[in-house]
């Protein structure tokens, strides 16, 4: 009687196997014949996991974005610059908003993400641990940051994953806006007095370096590209965007006159690309890791602000159990 129903059991784990399998295998094909995969359909656990961790850091990544411009906005140099800094830091709220609503999609709540990024579980991009010390700061985050998010966000409108895909969509064409109004501010720097070039030079020279390791690890570093390329979340590898944004950006550096902090930059004809230096490795690790110049700041003004803003949620909670009241009566 034992032996019958380890048989039985043994069976059944193997057709469940199999079952198992078979839906990983159509997931793959759908991905492959690029069907978009939504929320509802079966994914791999996986699959699931990957995404919510990259759209997640991704999300972190927009909110955390708003405070080293956010410093600036009181000091921009005239009403116009800070009408358009305001309505830019608003965008990335935005955008954070969008993400984040993709990211509860994959079956998780706002409230758990935060907390993972509250409990340093969960990464934001590193760029935005560098100190902004001048305003032609706000010029070069526009220009090489949001241009950096841009050539990296482009691919990621064909993930694979509906709801990243079209949050992808619709955040590109704000950050196009975003990208040139800092070009613009560094471009007036670059041809205003002595002092001014200086500043917007000193900028390039700071936020260079830092922009080009927002693509992440080279591709043999880094280990989460195999299944994002697999599973089309990534479109193309770190090593592949970083090299399309370095070629797109070296001209406009040159239209306006500022040159770019890198001795080995160096057009090569046979690769039909530009050929860079290395960069700091062990100064991209620690920053990722938390020990960049301002993570800890960061972190610690989101958690004050959070909490500051706990009577906010709870009078929206309110609201709309209220409404629901009026609704059902
Ligand atoms: N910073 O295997 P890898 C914006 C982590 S914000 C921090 O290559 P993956 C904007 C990585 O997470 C733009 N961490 O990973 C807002 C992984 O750690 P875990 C933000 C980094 O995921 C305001 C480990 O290193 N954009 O637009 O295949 C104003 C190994 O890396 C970084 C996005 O988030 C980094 N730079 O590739 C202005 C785009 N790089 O999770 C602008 C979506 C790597 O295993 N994300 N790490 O512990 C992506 O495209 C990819 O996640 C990445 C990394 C290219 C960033």
Not at 152 to 180: A, D
Request: proline share 3%.
């Amino acid at each position: 009687m034992r032996q019958i129903s380890y048989v039985l059991k043994y069976n059944l784990i193997n057709l469940q196997y199999k079952f198992y399998k078979m839906t990983e295998e159509n997931f793959q094909k759908r991905i492959d014949a690029e069907k978009k995969i939504e929320p509802k359909d079966w994914m791999p656990t996986d699959y699931r996991k990957h995404l919510v961790r990259q759209i997640s850091q991704h999300a972190h990544s927009e909110v955390i974005g708003m405070q080293p411009e956010g410093n600036w906005i009181s000091r921009a140099p005239s009403l116009r610059a800070k009408m358009i800094l305001l309505a830019k830091v608003q965008d990335e709220a935005g955008h954070g908003l969008y993400l984040y609503s993709a990211c509860e999609t994959l079956g998780i709540s706002r409230e758990e993400l935060v907390q993972q990024l509250h409990d340093g579980k969960a990464k934001y991009s590193s760029i935005f641990n560098y100190p902004t010390l001048s305003w032609a700061d706000m010029g070069a985050i526009g220009w090489l940051v949001d241009g950096a998010a841009i050539v990296n966000q482009v691919s990621l409108q064909r993930t694979s994953y509906g709801p990243y895909s079209r949050g992808m969509v619709k955040i590109c064409k704000e950050e196009s806006f975003h990208q040139r109004q800092g070009y613009e501010i560094m471009a007036e720097m670059a041809k205003g007095t002595k002092e001014q070039k200086e500043m917007a030079q000193d900028a390039l020279n700071r936020f260079w370096w830092p922009s080009i390791m927002m693509f992440g690890p080279q591709d043999s570093d880094s280990p989460r590209t195999r299944n994002a390329m697999k599973w089309k979340i990534k479109r193309q590898t770190n090593d592949e965007l970083r090299q399309n944004f370095i070629d797109k950006t070296v001209g406009q550096a040159e239209i306006i006159g500022l040159i770019i902090p890198d001795k080995d930059l160096k057009w090569n004809k046979e690769r039909g690309h530009y050929d860079f230096g290395e960069m700091d490795w062990n100064e991209f690790w620690n920053v990722v890791n938390g020990n960049g110049p301002c993570n800890k700041q960061r972190l610690a003004h989101h958690r004050r602000v959070h909490d500051e803003g706990e009577w906010v949620r709870n009078a929206a909670k309110e609201y709309a159990r209220k409404q629901e009241l009026v609704k059902s009566n």
